[in-house]
């Protein structure tokens, strides 16, 4: 071992006083030796006797102390490194001091196995877990050199405690005369101590909650957080509680409802369990879950389904369209019972038997007031030979430079044998009669079978065929030209075979203006029987601009009521591969001036789809398609749909109305 050496001298608290060359001498470190013998030399010398026989009575006793310190040595009474053993007590490993005089210290550097203290055996109570100095206080007063110096004089100082954390740690120990400014202090000696992790006896906390869980109060539908967070080692686990019962699966430290509904309300607690002492349970969270208060606007019926009569395995479509904010859910009803599936503003009865008669209603519901029911609607079923059919179409339409004609077509059949009359007009002038501005003045008509030209007129008095012409007018019911010589045009097949015909309707010279063109089932009403041939359906194809509509009048004959399918394609034309089709039409159906029906994008319903290949339609490629469908049952009358392009867009439209057996 080295012996020791002055630690330091301070003149803020001088303990003796030396003349300068004395004070030089224990700055640079002399030997205690020749400190005495200047000492000497000095009391002979200095008139101050006193004064300096005193420091030289300190320095020789520096040198008492030196010379036995030449013998200190720190014994460590077990060898390092030290292993601890972890019993049924806390460890203690002692280090000694020996051949020592006047220890009044520990010095403390280094790092300490968590969970052990460096204490003194005279005074067990005052310890260091860390770097200071032990004395008397447990403290201690700056040295200067970043530790602590006091008064504890021990010579076996004690390492004690249980280790919680495995690993190697090292500290040093210093020992320390006298204590205060000015004390000699030992070497620094190094210790290391091996914690196994066998040796270690972990920490153990029982859990304890730092987060409570909180009540609230939400509406239905609404999300619902409760979050908790407990301390403890280990990591507590939880277990979410409701009315006192475990909640399945639900043991995290947050509690998630996504849509609250009134079951969910009660009594929230949670568990906190980690194996060292009791579970904890947290305080009490209410829920609370409220109906939401209705906002928006009650449901309002703009339409009623109609009473309709109907021959016996008629297809009978029957309508409602019912306003309010959140838009309202449908329940159709028969005789006050709900009909199973029955949800659509469309209610569609295929081969209808006597079994269908009945008052059908419909329930509308959106949260907002009470739920509506629309008035009721009397199905009949009945037989009539005269039973309701398409007699006419009638489109009236703008021919312009851009759009110099446009395409009218009907399909004949369903009866059993025989031909039918058949008018076709296309009128110009004749609308001035009627108060119209801004007609064509000379439209043509040219009647196509098939594909086949069968029939053109110009101009309707040529040949001498008015007088023919105005009696085939008279017996359909349609207005009178006001002259022979005027320039409309009309053609008139006495006797047209079932199928298909189309009649192109021009401007004579690329005259353009308004012109209506019209097809007209030639054959006395009171004629007409289940064998008769009849329009199954008759169509326009028209481009419509963004500034204007395209009004479509059809005519429904016979003594009961019929089914329709009515339609506005465009997307579904460009399916097919036709260019400059429109993109989204919207379609209306009127009664006079009454709103029937009105559809924009037809939904892909599949009542609607199985109706298509009911009458022969080609079908719509896509459900979503913005293509617009009315199916309607209505009694016998005249009535209109009224096509236009959504948000002003334009483009090519096939309009159609078919008869819905």
Do not use: C
């Amino acid at each position: 071992m080295k012996s020791f050496a002055l630690l330091h001298f301070r003149l803020a608290r001088p303990r003796f006083h030396l003349a300068a060359a004395a004070l030089i001498a224990l700055l640079q470190r002399m030997p205690v030796v020749r400190v005495v013998a200047l000492a000497d030399e000095l009391v002979s010398a200095s008139p101050l006797g006193s004064v300096l026989k005193s420091a030289a009575a300190v320095a020789a006793s520096l040198g008492a102390v030196h010379s036995l310190a030449g013998a200190t040595v720190l014994v460590a009474s077990q060898s390092s490194p030290v292993s601890t053993k972890v019993g049924t007590s806390s460890t203690q490993v002692a280090f000694t001091v020996t051949n020592t005089i006047n220890i009044a210290s520990w010095k403390i550097g280094g790092t300490l196995p968590p969970g052990m203290t460096i204490s003194a055996t005279e005074d067990p109570s005052k310890v260091l877990s860390g770097p200071g100095m032990l004395d008397a206080t447990g403290g201690g007063v700056d040295d200067g050199y970043g530790g602590l110096i006091g008064g504890i004089s021990s010579t076996t100082p004690l390492l004690k405690g249980t280790p919680t954390t495995a690993g190697n740690y090292t500290f040093t120990l210093q020992a320390y005369e006298f204590g205060g400014l000015g004390g000699l202090a030992s070497n620094s000696f190094n210790f290391t101590v091996n914690v196994s992790a066998a040796d270690v006896t972990p920490v153990t906390v029982a859990p304890s909650f730092t987060t409570q869980p909180q009540g609230v109060t939400v509406n239905t539908g609404a999300a619902i957080t409760l979050a908790a967070a407990a301390s403890g080692t280990p990591t507590p686990t939880f277990q979410w509680n409701k009315n006192g019962t475990p909640i399945n699966g639900a043991t995290s430290a947050t509690l998630t409802i996504a849509s609250a509904q009134a079951a969910d309300a009660g009594t929230y607690t949670v568990t906190a369990t980690n194996g060292v002492g009791s579970p904890v349970t947290s305080n009490s969270a209410v829920v609370t879950v409220s109906a939401p208060v209705a906002t928006g606007v009650a449901p309002v019926f703009a339409q009623s389904p109609l009473a309709q009569n109907v021959v016996p395995g008629a297809t009978v479509a029957l309508n409602v369209t019912a306003t309010g904010t959140p838009a309202p859910t449908l329940q159709w009803r028969k005789d006050g019972v709900a009909i199973s599936g029955a949800t659509k503003s469309s209610l569609i009865l295929s081969g209808v038997t006597a079994a269908n008669a009945g008052s059908y209603t419909v329930v509308a519901t959106n949260g907002v007031g009470n739920a509506v029911t629309s008035s009721a609607a009397a199905l009949t079923v009945a037989s009539n030979a005269n039973f309701g059919h398409l007699t006419n179409l009638a489109i009236f339409a703008t021919l312009t430079a851009g759009t110099p004609d446009f395409t009218v077509a009907t399909v004949i059949g369903g009866g059993s044998g025989g031909t039918k009359p058949l008018l076709i007009r296309a009128v110009g002038p004749a609308l001035g009669q009627l108060g119209v501005g801004g007609f064509v003045v000379d439209p043509k008509a040219d009647l196509f079978a098939g594909s086949t030209l069968t029939a053109s007129n110009d101009n309707w008095g040529d040949g001498g065929a008015s007088a023919t012409l105005s009696a085939a007018f008279a017996s359909v019911g349609a207005f009178s030209y006001a002259a022979a010589t005027s320039k409309d045009a009309a053609i008139f097949l006495p006797a047209a075979a079932p199928g298909s015909y189309s009649v192109k309707v021009s401007g004579v010279g690329g005259a353009t203006g308004l012109v209506l063109a019209e097809l007209y089932d030639a054959q006395p009403s009171g004629t007409f029987s289940a064998a008769s041939h009849r329009f199954l359906d008759v169509s326009v194809l028209k481009q419509i601009d963004s500034t204007e509509s395209l009004t479509v009048g059809f005519n429904l004959a016979g003594a009961t009521s019929r089914t329709v399918l009515i339609r506005a394609v465009g997307p579904a034309l460009a399916a097919l591969g036709v260019g400059g089709t429109m993109p989204d039409p919207q379609l209306d159906l009127f009664s006079g001036s009454t709103v029937l029906a009105s559809n924009d994008n037809w939904g892909g319903d599949p009542q609607i789809n199985a109706t298509f290949q009911s009458v022969g339609a080609f079908g719509f490629s896509q459900s979503t398609s913005k293509d617009a469908v009315i199916i309607a049952t209505l009694p016998p009358g005249n009535y209109t749909a009224v096509v236009k392009g959504v948000n002003g867009s334009s483009g090519l439209t096939l309009v159609e109305v078919y008869d819905v057996p």
